[in-house]
Each structure stands twice: as structure tokens, then as C-alpha cells.
């Protein structure tokens, strides 16, 4: 059993920056595969990234398009998204989750594949 606690959201102008954190309380994120996910207004929670177990593969969804980099720092137990670039249409309520897996490049990318979900943390870009 893992909780995870967002944290990192906000307000900023479009070009602009944030950086994401996601906080697991279990000991370990060894485990576990991560991803990020985002909610706008009206629209359906979609993929943005996600990250092996190992930290060694990560993936991304189309729209990244380079912007964004998701990292993880195990021996903290949490996982970055780093977003650059912030555009109007990245306004959403970004979540984290995590799935328990063996395999060490495993980077799920849909949401039935993802165990744990945390609250998520609301990033509004201003235009």
C-alpha cells in the first residue's frame, strides 16, 4: 500500500515554468512504476508521462512535445515532473500514480494500469 501527495502546483504565465513533486509513504519506490496524469475542466483525465521502476525508460504522451521531463529520486521516494514551456491548454489538475511491477523497464501509459492515485495538485498557465 503506497499514499501519494502532490505538490507543486500553481499559477504561472504562459512560457513559463513548474516543477511537480509527488510524495510516496512507503519506504520504498523500488517498486513501483510512476506516471503523471492531467484533468482539465470537462475533459478526461489523460496520460502525460511515466517512468520505470529502474528510472532507466521513460515515456511521454504526444502533446509533451519536449517540454516536460519526468525524473525520480528513489532514495527521497519521489517522482519530478518538470514543465517547461507551459502553455494555456496545460491548465489541469495534474495527478500521480503508481503501480506495483517486477519489470524493470515497465512505463504504463492508461489508466487501468495504475494501482495507487494521489489527490493531485491544480496548475493553472495564464495566457
Known sequence: QVQLVESGG???QAGGSLRLSCAA???TLTSYAMG????APGKERE???SISWSGKATYYAGFV???FSISSHNAEDTVYLQMNSLKPEDTAVYYCAAVITGDYYYTPRT???YEYWGQGTQVTVAS
Open 47 to 49: 496520460f502525460v508521462a
Open 25 to 27: 509513504s512507503s519506504r
Open 111 to 113: 489508466l487501468s494500469e
Open 36 to 39: 503523471w496524469f492531467r484533468q
Open 65 to 67: 512535445d519536449d517540454r
Open 10 to 12: 500553481g499559477v504561472v
